[in-house]
């Protein structure tokens, strides 16, 4: 009796092995799945609505931070504000009695509850973007760096890009300056 019992046990030891390697190799292609790319689509956005596509930004991790890549067009010439804000919506809401932009999407992101608008170097928002660059064809195509953010921070947020650009301050107008929300892409 003694020997089936050692023979059941090596059984169970080999499937235990081998489920411990599938299961090491199950974790090792999540690994690889998780460290790809995410690519959001970015819409024009109004107090009427999601309006048409207007591009992408590709999401990577780096070392240093995540790396921003867009490929946009039609936006206003020059620099515009970029902040990752708390919710994943793009659609309109109430802001003082009135229909706003994407405003469902909420605030910048401050999981920390910072309250300050500082910039993606200082211990602000988190949602503190580098500024976007839109050249004289309304092409923006310059990659930022957002060094205190990875791809799974973008998970059930939003990006957003404002009219004009922002100065990092809540000086002399709150939350840098950066007017209204002109596009929008959900992270879901």
């Known amino acids: 009796m003694y020997h089936i019992r050692f023979e059941h046990n090596v059984s169970l030891r080999r499937i235990t092995m081998k489920t411990f390697v599938v299961m ?32 992408k930004v590709t999401a990577s991790d780096t070392k240093w931070g995540l790396l921003l890549k867009p490929d946009l067009s039609e936006l206003p010439p020059g620099v515009h504000g970029f902040h990752l804000h708390e919710h994943a919506s793009c659609e309109p809401g109430q802001k003082d009695g009135k229909m706003a932009a994407a405003h469902t999407a909420g605030a910048h992101l401050d999981p920390d509850k910072a309250g300050k608008h500082e910039g993606p170097y200082a211990m602000g928002h988190l949602g503190d973007l580098p500024p976007l660059y839109a050249d004289s064809n309304g092409k923006s195509t310059v990659a930022v760096l957002a060094p205190r953010l990875k791809t799974t921070d973008l998970n059930g947020r939003a990006l957003m890009i404002h009219a004009g650009a922002d100065n990092f301050s809540d000086q002399p107008d709150p939350l840098g300056g950066g007017g209204a929300r002109i596009a929008c892409g959900s992270a879901k």
């Open 24 to 55: 090491l190799g199950i974790l090792a292609f999540a690994g690889l799945v998780l460290a790809e790319d995410m690519v959001i689509s970015i819409h024009a956005v109004s107090a009427d609505g999601i309006g048409k596509e207007i591009g």
